[in-house]
T-cell receptor, first 114, second 112 residues
Framework: NAGVMQNPRHLVRRRGQEARLRCSPMKGHSHVYWYRQLPEEGLKFMVYLQKENIIDESGMPKERFSAEFPKEGPSILRIQQVVRGDSAAYFC????????????FGPGTRLLVL | GQQLNQSPQSMFIQEGEDVSMNCTSSSIFNTWLWYKQDPGEGPVLLIALYKAGELTSNGRLTAQFGTTRKDSFLNISASIPSDVGIYFCAGLNAGNNRKLIWGLGTSLAVNP
């Protein structure tokens, strides 16, 4: 059973460009979470999604950031008009229906904004 | 936002020693999770605890869900060099819409 998959693993963008981060949950998991981590810091919750629904986006910046989890395909975290402060590791996690709180993480996408 | 108090912040030990770390909360939790993160990788789930008083082992790792439901402990016995990494605790307070609350991590270094 493949784990949570994220791509790309590394992404370099110039200021003002768009970044798209993809996450494929574990097979059978219908809940996806996105986190952000700065160097030497813990994980910061961003958003919790189920298929076609955003359940909790209280950790998402109000502007430039959006997330979706369509009926088909991976979950996407989209950052528009990136700034240097967006540079971080972005982790996706998924959880099964019967244990929503037990989250399994992907390897992360490291975003560097030049 | 709310965070868990995780301690110690860092540890430097000799190979073969036992390690103990803990997390505490000001509110009652229904679930405790322990993760390990290696540099450049995502957190890996080590142990999940769902009941007060529960004691669960995973190899040399043992974790307990405190009876007050406000704390949890992780012990590593006979540490080895590959135990190096950052250990995070996370908990679920049922009143917060299923959003895990995270500790800031315990950084473990093992001297061979």
């Amino acid at each position: 059973n493949a784990g949570v998959m994220q791509n790309p693993r590394h992404l370099v963008r110039r200021r003002g460009q768009e970044a798209r981060l993809r996450c494929s949950p574990m097979k059978g998991h219908s809940h996806v979470y996105w986190y952000r981590q700065l160097p030497e810091e813990g994980l910061k919750f961003m958003v919790y999604l189920q298929k076609e629904n955003i359940i909790d986006e209280s950790g998402m910046p109000k502007e430039r950031f959006s997330a979706e989890f369509p009926k088909e395909g991976p979950s996407i975290l989209r950052i528009q008009q990136v700034v240097r402060g967006d540079s971080a590791a972005y982790f996706c996690a998924s959880s099964p229906v019967d244990r929503e709180e037990t989250q399994y993480f992907g390897p992360g996408t490291r975003l560097l904004v030049l | 936002g709310q965070q868990l108090n995780q301690s110690p912040q860092s540890m430097f030990i000799q190979e073969g020693e036992d390690v103990s770390m803990n997390c505490t909360s000001s509110s009652i939790f229904n679930t405790w999770l322990w993760y390990k993160q290696d540099p450049g990788e995502g957190p890996v789930l080590l142990i999940a605890l769902y009941k007060a008083g529960e004691l669960t082992s995973n190899g040399r790792l043992t974790a307990q869900f405190g009876t007050t439901r406000k704390d949890s402990f992780l012990n590593i016995s006979a540490s080895i060099p590959s135990d190096v990494g950052i250990y995070f605790c996370a908990g679920l307070n049922a009143g917060n819409n299923r959003k895990l609350i995270w500790g800031l991590g315990t950084s473990l270094a093992v001297n061979p």
